[in-house]
């Protein structure tokens, strides 16, 4: 059984979870990266049936690759992730107007 390139799907993970950050304009501090990596991680896990990436084999690479583009962050993680926003990073209208 030849083990999937783990470098290579840590690297498609990352990509994945900044290009969502960056699409819905969040400030992507560190709580915020852990929340869309956790909630990427446990989709692959749950799609490859195997717990961690170091499991993966190749018969489950290209479904994994499948998700992680279709991936989109679940309703709760979203909400946890906007309650972490950093409301200096986005001033009001009247702090804008100063």
């Known amino acids: 059984m030849i083990q999937v390139n783990i470098a290579t799907l840590e690297d498609v993970i990352s990509q994945k979870v900044r290009q969502v950050g960056k699409e819905r304009k969040w400030t992507m501090n560190k709580e915020q990266l852990a929340l ?31 998700l992680i583009d279709d ?19 986005f001033p009001t209208a009247e702090e804008s107007k100063r």
Do not use: C
């Not at 909630?39 to 799609?47: F, I």
């Not at 490859?48 to 690759?65: M, P």
């Open 36 to 66: 869309l990596y956790k909630d990427l991680n446990k989709a692959v896990a749950e799609v490859s049936g195997v717990r961690t990436r170091a499991q993966l084999r190749e018969k489950h690479f290209d479904n994994v690759i499948d």
């Open 71 to 89: 991936w989109e962050p679940s309703t709760a993680t979203r909400m946890l992730v906007l309650g972490l926003e950093d409301d200096d990073a």
